[in-house]
């Protein structure tokens, strides 16, 4: 008999390969199909629908997303027909299999931290609300899942895709940033939150679950262990407060509890200071 088949929608971003990089080693017995945005576009829903039925996935891990909210405040239609209705026409397809939805920690409103999976989504922003909404399409199928995740840091093909890898971006054009230091997340390295996806899979765990990182960390505390690992860059780093903040709303802390999900897994999620020093060249 041939092996299982998965589908990882998003292939080329930074979850995306993640999955297929840890797969033989985390998941042998799956056949693994990557989708990348030139393999297939999901808002081609007819196209989407033919590849499905032909490719027959055993489960679906779904990365796919426009994950950057200030491109969704600026486009919320397309950040809705992206976010949620994609996520709505695979929900459909896979109907009767597995299938994985990638949300995130920003659902909160940010005012308490260390939210629960049972605790009421109050999104903030365009972004947060299509995630909202794609969850609830997701869990109302008791064979799927929702992963919620904090910032994930780790090398993407592009190179641009962790927010590692962004801020050392910005830092070599010579842009300087300021980071607060009273917004708070929990960082987790893309390797990690990939092995424990697997995981989930193979267990067939269904319904929500947070997945994150051990440590809750400002941004500007983030940086401070990110900038170690670097050379000397022309952009400077300064601290700042949320207080200065002018922008669309944003949660102050949006800190995740992973006590649930921790019981399954068969390793400790570490915090990003433990996470860098086993895996340094995860952000070089």
Known sequence: MSPPRVWITGA?????????KTARRYAPDWQVIGLQRSDL???????????????SPDAVI???AIAHPPACQRDPEHA????VDVTCQLAEFAVAVPLFFYSTDLVFDGKRGNY????????????AATKVAAEQTVLANPRHTVLRLSLNFGKSPTGNRGFN???????????????????????????????????????????????????????????????????????RVTPD????????????????????VQRLLSFR??????????????VR
């Open 62 to 64: 779904h990365c796919a």
């Open 165 to 235: 890898e962004q801020f050392r971006n910005e830092l070599t054009a010579g842009r300087d940033i300021a980071l607060f230091t009273d917004e708070y997340r929990c960082p987790a390295a893309a390797l990690h939150t990939a092995r424990a996806t697997w995981e989930l899979l193979n267990q067939r765990a269904t319904g929500l679950f947070h997945l994150c990182g051990a440590d809750r960390l400002a941004r500007w505390e983030i940086a401070k262990l990110l900038l170690p690992h670097w050379p000397p860059l022309p952009g």
């Open 41 to 55: 576009d999901l808002n081609d829903f007819a196209a989407l629908r033919n590849r499905y039925l032909a490719d």
């Open 12 to 20: 080329g971003g930074l979850l995306g390969s993640y999955l297929i």
């Open 116 to 127: 629960i999976e049972s605790d009421a989504p109050n999104p903030l922003t365009v972004y």
């Open 241 to 260: 407060t949320i207080k200065n903040y002018q922008g669309p709303p944003r949660p102050a802390d949006s800190s995740l509890n992973c006590a649930k």
């Open 269 to 282: 999620l570490p915090g990003m200071a433990e996470a860098l020093a086993q895996y340094p060249e995860e």
């Open 80 to 83: 809705h027909r992206v976010n």
